[in-house]
């Protein structure tokens, strides 16, 4: 029995003119044994004036990211984010029902 099964990909580009592959998100989701996971790897613009592009980015790609195996999932399910810049930090948690802001 394969332990990985359901492997599906997903893209979603935010960069220039929402075309450029630049910004945006990818996914991968598969059923390891009996379990479904899920993947998502956002790039987002940089810079304090930048929230607002960060937040229409975030709600671009959770609306056009789709699998074509397995279960359907959403972003807000749970997130963990991990910065990647030196320095930073933002704590691990489960995401409420509410949008999200960066």
Same mark, same amino acid.
């Given at each position: 029995?394969?332990?990985?099964t359901?492997?599906? %990909?997903?893209?979603?580009?935010? $960069?220039?003119?929402?075309?450029?592959?630049n910004?945006? =998100?990818?996914?991968?989701?598969?059923r390891?044994?009996?379990?479904?996971?899920c993947? /998502?790897?956002?790039?987002?613009?940089?810079g304090? $004036? #930048?929230t #607002?592009? %960060?937040?229409?980015?975030? +709600?671009?790609?959770?609306? %056009?990211?789709?699998?074509? @195996?397995?279960?359907?999932?959403?972003?807000? @399910?749970? /997130? &963990?984010?991990?910065?990647?810049?030196? =320095?930073?930090?933002?704590?691990?948690? +489960? /995401?409420?029902?509410?949008?999200? %802001? &960066?």
């Amino acid at each position: 029995m394969p332990k990985c099964t359901l492997i599906s %990909r997903s893209s979603v580009p935010t $960069g220039f003119m929402g075309m450029a592959g630049n910004k945006g =998100g990818v996914g991968i989701s598969f059923r390891f044994y009996e379990t479904n996971i899920c993947f /998502i790897n956002c790039h987002f613009a940089s810079g304090d $004036g #930048q929230t #607002q592009r %960060r937040n229409e980015d975030y +709600q671009t790609i959770e609306s %056009r990211m789709t699998f074509t @195996d397995g279960p359907t999932y959403s972003l807000k @399910d749970y /997130i &963990w984010y991990t910065p990647t810049t030196v =320095g930073s930090f933002a704590s691990n948690a +489960q /995401i409420s029902p509410t949008s999200t %802001r &960066w």
